[in-house]
C-alpha cells in the first residue's frame, strides 16, 4: 500500500512538472513551483527524482518518447500489398502524431540553450519513422508499384508535406482537415511515384 501510493504521489509530480515545464521551460520553473502544483514538499521530491534536473529528465523521457506512435507506425508497415500499408501509414501518421512531443519548454535547459538529450530522444525516434516509411517505399519499388527511386529522398517528400499541416497546428495553433488532407497527400504522392517511366528518369541522382 505505502508502494503504491508512493507511486501515484511520485506520477502526481510527474504531471504537474510536465504542465509546468512545458509552459515555462526549465528555468523558470523552481521546485517550490512544483511544490505549490502539487501540495507537496521539496523532500518528497527529492526523495523520488533526485534533483530538480532528475525531475525534468524523466518528464523528458516521458513526454517526448514516440514509441507509442512508432508502434502504431511499425505495425501498418506489416499490411500488404505495401502501398495499402502506406495509405495506412499517412492516416495513422496525421491521426496520432503525439503533438505534444514538441511543446517547446521541455526542449530548453534554460532561457537560450537547447537541452540535447531532449533534441537527441526526439531526432532519433524521427530517424525511426522515416526508416519505417522509406521501407514502405522500397516494398513499393520491389514489386513494381512505384517507379524506380531513392527510397530514402522519396520518404523525405512525403513526411514533409505530413508535416506542414502537424506543425502548422504546433506552432501556429492551425486547424484544417487532416482526414481530406491525407487523402489529398496520398493520391498527389502516389501519382508522382507511379509516372510512366519513359517520362522521368530511371532513379534521380544523389545531389
Known amino acids: 500500500m505505502q508502494a503504491q501510493r508512493q507511486r501515484v504521489g511520485a506520477e502526481k509530480i510527474l504531471q504537474a512538472a510536465s504542465r509546468l515545464f512545458s509552459e515555462k521551460g526549465y528555468s523558470n520553473v523552481s521546485i517550490r513551483d512544483i511544490c505549490r502544483a502539487t501540495g507537496s514538499t521539496a523532500p518528497v521530491i527529492y526523495y523520488h527524482f533526485g534533483s530538480k534536473k532528475g525531475l525534468f529528465d524523466a518528464v523528458v523521457r516521458k513526454q517526448i518518447s514516440m514509441s507509442d506512435f512508432i508502434s502504431r507506425l511499425s505495425k501498418v508497415a506489416m499490411v500488404r500489398p505495401?502501398?495499402?500499408g502506406l495509405e495506412s501509414f499517412v492516416s495513422q501518421y496525421l491521426t496520432y502524431f503525439p503533438e505534444?512531443?514538441?511543446e517547446p519548454g521541455l526542449y530548453m535547459r534554460d532561457s537560450a540553450t537547447l537541452d540535447k538529450q531532449s533534441a537527441r530522444m526526439v531526432s532519433e525516434d524521427l530517424d525511426r519513422?522515416?526508416?519505417?516509411a522509406s521501407g514502405l517505399i522500397e516494398g513499393c519499388v520491389s514489386e513494381g508499384r512505384f517507379r524506380r527511386t531513392?527510397?530514402?529522398f522519396a520518404a523525405d517528400c512525403l513526411?514533409?508535406?505530413?508535416?506542414?499541416v502537424i506543425f502548422?497546428?504546433?506552432?501556429f495553433s492551425k486547424a484544417s482537415d487532416r482526414e481530406a488532407?491525407?487523402?489529398f497527400v496520398t493520391a498527389f504522392f502516389f501519382r508522382a511515384m507511379r509516372q510512366d517511366r519513359r517520362s522521368t528518369s530511371a532513379s534521380p541522382?544523389?545531389?
Open 205 to 207: 541522382r544523389t545531389p
Open 129 to 132: 519513422v522515416r526508416g519505417i
Open 181 to 183: 488532407y491525407g487523402k
Open 159 to 164: 513526411l514533409g508535406m505530413l508535416n506542414r
Open 168 to 171: 502548422q497546428s504546433i506552432h
Open 82 to 84: 505495401p502501398d495499402k
Open 100 to 102: 505534444r512531443a514538441f
Open 150 to 152: 531513392d527510397p530514402g
